[in-house]
């Protein structure tokens, strides 16, 4: 069989377009090229693929389709930014390594923070924005979330391997255990700041739940070093505990700066607001602990 490819079009005598054609035979090796009525032309004249995708129009029309500015199904809604944009993103990975000392110091051991739970802010040209996780501790980044996500997977594996348990399915169970576990912290907390009227981003609740791993880890770390079940179960409690804390005072600082309960008029209904926020918060430390003590005893 012979293979056909396409060539460029070719103008006869009679003013007329008419398509060249490279005839390749595959089994002598040998081509021919010829048109119909215009004999002769040479493989030179045959279409060619690098020149095809190095036309500026070709990669105009390529970059066009992959702006979002023109092509309206990369973009989140019309009219909007896509869903996560690259630069929101970069922020949350902006941190450094006294930052992931510090952040995890406060995870572990939340009663030391003495000073403010605020976030920081700084005055630029486009109003007042949040400082990057490396230079306040009380930002949230994606960044250890991440790490400590695959961490407390590796590490569930690996004393499995140690007891004569692990298997393949495995990873892919612990992995849906901790997915798991972080869509429905996520989707709780939406919620309650959804009906309290209290603003917050999606990517921020997803690294405040999933700091849950670095605690659970730090458990089972420890249940490890003493192979002991009761120091395990003893300090999944506390580091539920202290998960739950951290959550509870950057939480509470998160509701009263978006001025929960203005506008929702005065005496009973403010004092009926702030019973809402005190419940909300204790579920979540009550969520936490019980999510800490979930994905810990999977061992």
Same mark, same amino acid.
């Given at each position: 069989?012979?293979?056909?490819?396409?060539?460029?079009?070719?103008?006869?005598?009679?003013?007329?377009?008419?398509?060249?054609?490279?005839?390749? #035979?595959?089994?002598?090796?040998?081509?021919?090229?010829?048109?119909?009525?215009?004999?002769?032309?040479?493989?030179?004249?045959?279409?060619?693929?690098? #020149?095809?995708?190095?036309n500026?129009?070709?990669?105009?029309?390529?970059?066009?389709?992959?702006?979002?500015?023109?092509?309206?199904?990369?973009?989140?809604?019309?009219?909007?930014?896509? /869903? !996560?944009?690259?630069?929101?993103?970069?922020?949350?990975?902006?941190?450094?390594?006294?930052?992931?000392?510090?952040?995890?110091?406060?995870?572990?051991?939340?009663?030391?923070?003495?000073?403010? /739970?605020?976030?920081?802010?700084?005055?630029?040209? #486009?109003?007042?924005?949040?400082?990057?996780?490396?230079?306040?501790?009380?930002?949230? $980044?994606?960044?250890?979330?991440?790490?400590?996500?695959?961490?407390?997977?590796?590490?569930?594996?690996?004393?499995?391997?140690?007891?004569?348990?692990?298997?393949?399915?495995?990873?892919?169970?612990?992995?849906?255990?901790?997915?798991?576990?972080?869509?429905i912290?996520?989707?709780?907390?939406k919620?309650?700041?959804?009906?309290?009227?209290?603003?917050?981003?999606?990517? $921020?609740?997803?690294?405040?739940?999933?700091?849950?791993?670095?605690?659970?880890?730090?458990?089972?770390?420890?249940?490890?070093?003493? #192979?002991?079940?009761?120091?395990?179960?003893?300090?999944?409690?506390?580091?539920?505990?202290?998960?739950g804390?951290?959550?509870?005072?950057?939480?509470?600082?998160?509701?009263?700066?978006?001025?929960?309960?203005v506008?929702?008029?005065?005496?009973?209904?403010?004092?009926?607001?702030?019973?809402?926020?005190?419940?909300f918060?204790?579920?979540?430390?009550?969520?936490? !602990?019980?999510?800490?003590?979930?994905?810990?005893?999977?061992?």
């Open positions: 069989l012979a293979s056909v490819t396409v060539g460029i079009v070719h103008q006869s005598a009679s003013g007329m377009q008419q398509p060249a054609f490279e005839w390749i #035979d595959t089994n002598s090796g040998g081509s021919a090229s010829g048109s119909a009525g215009a004999p002769g032309v040479t493989a030179a004249a045959a279409f060619n693929v690098p #020149d095809f995708l190095s500026p129009m070709v990669m105009g029309a390529a970059n066009a389709m992959l702006n979002p500015a023109y092509n309206p199904y990369l973009r989140g809604l019309p009219g909007r930014s896509s /869903w !996560v944009p690259l630069e929101t993103l970069r922020y949350y990975f902006q941190v450094s390594n006294s930052y992931v000392l510090n952040k995890v110091s406060l995870l572990l051991f939340p009663f030391s923070q003495k000073g403010s /739970w605020n976030r920081q802010m700084v005055r630029t040209n #486009d109003g007042e924005q949040y400082l990057e996780p490396r230079n306040d501790v009380n930002a949230p $980044d994606l960044y250890i979330p991440a790490m400590s996500f695959f961490t407390y997977i590796l590490m569930v594996c690996f004393i499995l391997g140690t007891q004569s348990k692990f298997t393949p399915e495995a990873l892919g169970l612990m992995f849906s255990k901790g997915l798991f576990a972080m869509i912290m996520v989707l709780f907390m919620g309650g700041f959804y009906f309290q009227n209290a603003p917050i981003s999606v990517c $921020d609740l997803t690294a405040y739940c999933g700091y849950a791993f670095v605690n659970v880890c730090a458990a089972l770390a420890v249940g490890f070093v003493t #192979d002991s079940s009761l120091v395990l179960i003893l300090g999944l409690l506390y580091f539920g505990v202290c998960s804390i951290f959550l509870l005072k950057t939480l509470r600082v998160l509701l009263l700066n978006s001025g929960m309960g506008g929702m008029g005065v005496g009973g209904a403010l004092q009926g607001a702030h019973s809402v926020r005190r419940y918060l204790l579920l979540v430390v009550v969520l936490q !602990v019980a999510v800490v003590c979930f994905l810990g005893l999977s061992v």
